[in-house]
């Protein structure tokens, strides 16, 4: 069953304005991944925030992590067009770490 | 310089064909994958492979048959291909075994369209 689940699906802003996508899972995770993924292009890692965190920084994202409510969000300050791409969360599962399980993505356009 | 390459970038054939797909990494990795992504961006983990050995091997048609012959290596084979199978399947790899943990390395994705 898909453990992660982004929202909003689609989500269109103006340059410089901030971007923020929630994910949601379901079982009790070790790490949560987010990746970028360009039109026609493979997924680019972004950022790893394990279960005993609550918050990572790296450059303009920024990454909470809720384990209460089995749920994360990325942040993307002073966004660019550049920004433009589909954006993933990915859980691992307590029970073991060997594979990652995708959500569907929030497709973040943003204008200039 | 590309750290994990696929090839064919586009794959266009009939039903009932066979194909296949290579991806190749120079990073020195133990762990390669395979992912299969969907027309609406769901993207689901078919296989696994730790230096040559095989770990994940998802609810997967047995007409899909991955073959690692290095642990720079992991082929899929696909026989008797169905219109179903159309997607964009992408290699990647990590470090070590653990996924969850790893940074993954994404290839460019092939872009398979079964007529």
């Known amino acids: 069953s898909q453990q992660g689940e982004e929202d909003p699906q689609a989500l269109s802003i103006q340059e410089g304005e901030n971007a923020t996508m929630n994910c949601s899972y379901k079982t009790s995770i070790n790490n949560l991944q987010w990746y970028r993924q360009n039109s026609g292009r493979g997924l680019v890692h972004l950022i790893l925030i394990r279960s005993n965190e609550r918050e990572k920084h790296s450059g303009r994202l920024r990454v909470t992590l809720d384990t209460s409510k089995k749920s994360s969000s990325l942040l993307i300050t002073a966004s660019r067009a550049a920004d433009t791409a589909s954006y993933f969360c990915?859980?691992?599962?307590?029970?073991?770490?060997?594979?990652?399980?995708f959500g569907k993505g929030t497709k973040l356009t943003v204008n200039p | 310089d590309t750290a994990v390459s696929q090839t064919p970038k586009y794959l266009v054939t009939q039903m009932g064909n066979d194909k296949s797909i290579k991806c190749e990494q120079n990073l020195g990795h133990d762990t390669m994958y395979w992912y299969k992504q969907d027309s609406k961006k769901f993207l689901k983990i078919m296989f696994s492979y730790n230096n040559k050995e095989l770990i994940i091997n998802e609810t997967v048609p047995n007409r899909f048959s991955p073959k690692s012959p290095d642990k720079a290596h992991l082929n899929l084979h696909i026989n008797s291909l169905e219109l179903g199978d159309s997607a964009v399947y992408f290699c990647a790899s990590s470090l070590m075994g653990l996924a969850g943990s790893d940074t993954q390395y994404f290839g460019p994705g092939t872009r398979l369209t079964v007529l």
């Open positions: 990915a859980t691992d599962s307590q029970g073991g770490s060997e594979k990652l399980v």
